[in-house]
């Protein structure tokens, strides 16, 4: 009868505003998975930009005095039950939209070192280096099959590479692939070593162009491993690419959790030439998400802490 309404509709309405707003919070939870450019560029020849450098020199081999331990010849490590791969989706900050999102949760690398509080997604490259004193506390001797020439730590790995690796090699035997590990951890000292010898072949320059100087190489993170097969004598070559067992590691190794790392498409971004023999352990949810969206690991590591 009488006009109550006028207040309550304010209030009706003030609630409703109030209401609105807050169910617009949540949002911007979604882990954002940009599709990647399918920006292949393949490269057939090898012009003379491309970089030479590989990771892994093939002339490694003859470590002048390195006087290493005998290796130990441990027992398997135990397997644990299958762990569910927990990751931890980064935090993704509600951002005002014209800011693009530059504060990564974690820094890949600060002033050129590598950021190890990533863990098995650590970053290092050429431009990012380890320090001459980072050695993982969780070595552990990968129980596979690795050639004679590997000894002592270099057929050891971070325990979850380690069993990843294990997991990875007896599924290969049992798709009929031969493979054997060829190197896996290289220490510091060890890179010093191998360095001093390139240095004192071909002088400083010269070396510094095919070689890494110490502390940049991916193996010193003790989640790298080159393998190779029986078809090409257990060497480092690219042409494992042709062989039945390349093409298996190609196609698998992201199911145990590893990429190959340096990619054809991508010497250029990476630096390095392709090496379908180094294998880098990143975990088998972001190993997948990389072999699926085919973006080079620094490319991919930079979306997700974005
Ligand atoms: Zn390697």
């Given at each position: ?58 002339v490694e081999e003859t470590p002048t005095a390195e006087a290493e331990p005998p290796a130990e010849d441990k027992p398997a490590e135990e397997e ?121 072949k071909d002088g400083k320059e010269q070396a510094m162009k095919y070689s890494a100087p110490p502390g940049h190489s991916e193996h010193q993170t ?71 969206t085919n973006v080079p690991y620094e490319r991919y590591l930079k979306q997700l802490m974005d």
């Amino acid at each position: 009868m009488r006009k109550p309404s006028m207040l309550m509709v304010c209030c009706a309405l003030t609630l409703t505003l109030v209401g609105c707003n807050t169910s617009n919070q949540n949002e911007t939870e979604e882990a954002d998975t940009k599709p990647a450019e399918s920006k292949t560029e393949q490269r057939t020849e090898t012009p003379a930009d491309v970089p030479k450098n590989t990771e892994d020199e093939v002339v490694e081999e003859t470590p002048t005095a390195e006087a290493e331990p005998p290796a130990e010849d441990k027992p398997a490590e135990e397997e644990t039950a299958d762990e569910p791969e927990t990751e931890e989706a980064p935090v993704v900050e509600a951002q005002p939209e014209e800011e693009p999102a530059q504060t990564p949760s974690e820094p890949l690398e600060q002033n050129g070192m590598a950021n190890v509080k990533l863990d098995t997604l650590i970053l290092v490259n050429k431009q990012v280096a380890l320090s001459a004193d980072y050695k993982p506390s969780d070595l552990v001797t990968a129980n596979i099959d690795f050639v004679d020439t590997a000894t002592g730590e270099r057929k050891m790995l971070r325990k979850e590479a380690a069993q990843a690796i294990e997991k990875l090699m007896a599924g290969a035997k049992t798709a009929g692939i031969d493979l054997k590990g060829t190197s896996a951890f290289r220490s510091y000292e060890y890179q010093v070593q191998l360095f001093n010898n390139y240095v004192a072949k071909d002088g400083k320059e010269q070396a510094m162009k095919y070689s890494a100087p110490p502390g940049h190489s991916e193996h010193q993170t003790g989640l790298a491993i080159d393998v190779s097969s029986a078809s090409v004598g257990y060497q480092l070559t690219q042409s494992l690419e042709q062989t039945k067992e390349g093409k298996w590691l190609a196609d698998n190794a992201h199911t145990y959790g590893f990429i190959v790392r340096y990619q054809r498409a991508f010497e250029k971004e990476t630096g390095y030439m392709y090496e379908p023999w180094h294998l880098r352990y990143i975990g088998v949810e972001h190993a997948t998400n990389v072999h699926k969206t085919n973006v080079p690991y620094e490319r991919y590591l930079k979306q997700l802490m974005d």
